[in-house]
């Protein structure tokens, strides 16, 4: 058998090959990458039929074989289907195509193989022709669902997020579970395309919009595509015949005879094609290929590397999530407990009510996680394909905060409540393993919900916690390594400090690891790593002797007795004194950065950058702190929480006041630029950058609570420029603010009470909790009466009056946007002024009372036009557009699109420019 460097050289030798090789990889280590555009080659394998198989059989079935087939070689593909469909009918040609291409023929199939390894090749948007469920499936396993799944018309929805490459499917024949918008025959062509002429398309349509859109401005790589003449080639060669420079890639089988190769070539050229060629029948030559191609990419190029959260699925047993920094030793007995209670379908050890979950008990630093996560291994070594939910439980502390997680986690809307969340999984098969389970356990909705969770079939929870659930779940302890695996470990990180010594077993050794380290497997790891500075394995054991000695004579608490690794952790604190004082900073810095120090944070909250680097290289030197693949700085929660807690004591230079002061600036800066700059291009980045950063912010927002003094308002004013990142994470969001309320509230904070009550009415809204909504928005109008903030006032009116617009109190509605135009008319304030026109309009549009909702929108968009707030403009020019055609003033239609473009191009967001375009085809269809 041929080894992959031989497969991938005897693809190389082929002509061109090795060219378009490297031109493909230049294009996959570009910030945008490729866009793959998948053929029904990568599907057969696992029993979907060809097209051309399946319009065969149909035409066996249909007895007008002879018919379809001549149909088929002149390239008539979609004229077949025309035939096809007028001879079977409707319901039957569309219930064949539900029998060949349904969910029900990958049941119980591994998803492995060319398809398996796409998406650690692109992160963005994906094309295909096929009808099948496949690539949803792959990418859900790799812990990458797509967020969008778009056909036929519906594609318009997807333009800003191929904008911003953002991942998404696009279906272009549409799916097999929904007949309507499927394209297959001649006529499908036309109403989708505008005409039955490949070369007479309507870039006013959706679809062929979307698709040359993408074919223009990104190189796409064919795979499992047979590239016959057919819709898409002959779309493609319009768009080359236009746009010379672009150059698309093939993964394509290399005809045997010369002739037959020039011909495919000369074709392959014409449609801007550059081939990479695999022997004819060595299909199994694609999947080294691809392989090959993702591991020539950097790290941070490589899509399949997980982003800072770790609340997601696992995708497969070599997850970066399931690695080990020191590799892994021993807790054989431990390992296949775990794995039984993953793999078996027996109830385990309880009491009531839910044989499902089981704990995981130890102490910090044993190794609880680190157990877990190598018996996940196992398991998904054993068991390919079954899904694996990694949930972060650190800092929960109830059920809000335990169910923000799980929706994360599964990738479901943030608008998604307890009861919604439940009934969602219960079509989803897997484990769910819980991190840190003890910061939820005081909380009894939080046990109640993991109770409902671990009822539902199919789903079973596997939980690390130092604290066990009696009369819940069964119970795995985890004890200290034996001493086998402590010597190993030992050894290890002795040669990694370079200590210049060599080091052997020996009894000494080992009686220290048993005797004083108890074999703990984190005391082992930080001890160790501190070899280079004493030398000998003598001089360190004497120093870390005489240390324990040292704070065993310290005053303690009645019960705080003195642990190993609390000896261990302080050696580590002054080894890191020892070598860089500065170093200390960073260590607490890191405290208050859980979910990781990204590189951009580092450097924004470090400035000097050399320094910076020697701090960084210590604490790794020490196995204090380690580093992921995109440069994100990590540290384990003990050492996290021994820092903390020194700070909190005010000990060695190190005090919280002081870390918090440090902090504050930068998440300040990050939340202050994205409200700034919310209407431009500006926004999307530094929306980005708070995206990344709000695990970590809202970690801060709860941890700088406590100081008192003027954190309170501190953080009131960060919560202020938070509003936008809250309706991207409403979960989280609300957490917040039910915890800044009983700040505010406590410190008299009147006018921030009313700010945040406002919020969490509209993320309530969001949620449908309608009556908790309304109550919050009551309680903000009374308070910024009270405060006399009329522009506060107004936004809190305006807010209700949509809720009960939404609700159809039609009376209600109209009450409070009339005191809220008042307000507005009385602040000056001409865009919130328009923005209630806007609303006023909006209700009654739904009504149908269009002459109405026109002399609203005409309002709002003469304030617009004043403020010369182009986005706002946009909009009320395309609801004026829709309301003008429903008077059929089509003269007042065309004047209002043209003008709903203008302004949407000019507001330089993506989205507003897609939605005047949406508004023009809905009116000209």
Known sequence: MLTQDERISKIEKIEGNRENLYRLLEQLKTTLGIIPFVGAGLSIPFGFPGWTGFLLAQGRKARINDEVKKRIEAGEYEEAAEDLLEALGHRAFHDDIENAFGNHILEDKELKGVVSLLPQLTKGPIITTNFDHLLE???????????????????????????????????????????????????????HYGDSDPFKIDLVNVLPSLLCQMLISRPVLFLGCSLNQDRTMAILGNVVKNHQSIAHYAIVEKPSQDGELSKKARYLSKHGIRPIWYPEGRHDLIEPLLEYLTEQLPPRMRPGQPQLTRNRLIYGAHDTLLSHRSGFYGRREEIENIVRHLSSDEKIATVTVSPEIC??????????????????????????????????????????????????????????????????????????????????????????????????????????????????????????????????????????????????????????????????????????????????????????????????????????????????????????????????????????????????????LFRDIEVAKEMREVLLRLNIIDVDSQGTLLMLAPLRQFILDKAKRKEDGLNSLMLADMVYPYFNSVAKEAYEHMCDETHMTTLDLLLTEFPNMHHFIFFAGSLGGDWPRKLSNLSFY?????????????????????????????????????????????????????????????????????????????????????????????????????????????????????SLGDLERARQEFKRAKTHYIKARELYIEERENMGLAYTCSELARVSHALNDLNACDKYLQEAIVSAKASNVPSVVEYALAVQREIRS
């Open 359 to 604: 704990s995981v008990k130890g102490a910090p630093g044993i190794g609880k996680t680190e157990v877990c996560k190598e018996a996940i291994k196992r398991y998904l070594l054993a068991n390919t394909g079954k899904r694996v939910y990694y949930v972060e439980l650190s800092e929960a502390r109830d059920e809000a905060g335990f169910l923000a997680r799980l929706v994360e986690a599964f990738g479901f809307s943030q608008v998604a409540g307890r009861d919604v969340f439940l009934d969602a999984i219960r079509t989803e098969q897997g484990i769910i393993y819980l991190d840190n389970l003890e910061d939820v356990i005081a909380d009894k909705p939080a046990i109640e919900l993991l109770t409902l969770l671990a009822g539902i079939p199919g789903i079973r929870v596997l939980a690390s916690s130092r604290e066990t659930l009696p009369r819940i779940a069964g119970n795995i302890p985890i004890r200290s390594l034996g001493i086998e695996a402590a010597v190993q470990l030992f050894l290890q990180e002795w040669k990694r400090s370079d200590a210049g010594s060599i080091l052997e077993d020996s009894e000494e050794l080992r009686v220290f690891l048993e005797k004083d380290l108890s074999c703990h497997p984190l005391s082992i790891v930080l001890v160790a790593a501190q070899a280079y500075q004493y030398g000998s394995f003598t001089l360190l054991r004497d120093g870390w002797n005489k240390y324990s000695v040292w704070l065993a004579k310290l005053s303690r608490g009645q019960e705080d007795t003195l642990s190993n690794l609390e000896v261990s952790l302080s050696l580590s604190f002054n080894a890191v004194l020892k070598e860089l004082q500065e170093a200390i900073e960073l260590w607490g810095v890191m405290g208050l950065f859980p979910e990781g120090l990204s590189v951009s944070a580092w450097e924004m």
């Open 722 to 838: 938070l509003y936008n990142y809250y309706q991207f994470n409403v979960l989280l969001g609300q957490e917040i603010l039910l915890y800044l309320l009983k700040l505010q509230t406590a410190n008299g904070l009147t006018l921030s009470i009313a700010h945040s009550s406002k919020y969490l009415g509209d993320l309530e809204s969001r949620l449908g909790k309608v009556d908790e909504a309304q109550g919050h928005y009551k309680d903000a109008i009374e308070l910024y009466r009270k405060e006399r903030d009329n522009l506060g006032l107004a936004n809190a009116i305006k807010s209700l009056g949509d809720l009960e617009s939404r609700l159809g109190k039609v009376d209600e509605a109209q009450g409070h946007y009339k005191d809220a135009i008042e307000l507005y008319r009385k602040e000056r304030a001409n865009l919130g002024l328009a923005n209630v026109y806007q």
């Open 137 to 191: 499936r792959v990418f859900k396993n790799a812990g990458r669902p797509f967020e969008y799944v778009v056909w036929g018309a519906k594609s318009d929805m997807v333009t800003k997020a191929y904008h911003q490459n953002r991942s998404f499917l696009l279906k272009i024949h549409g799916d097999v579970e929904d007949s309507t918008d499927r394209v297959l025959t001649r006529s499908d062509y036309k109403k």
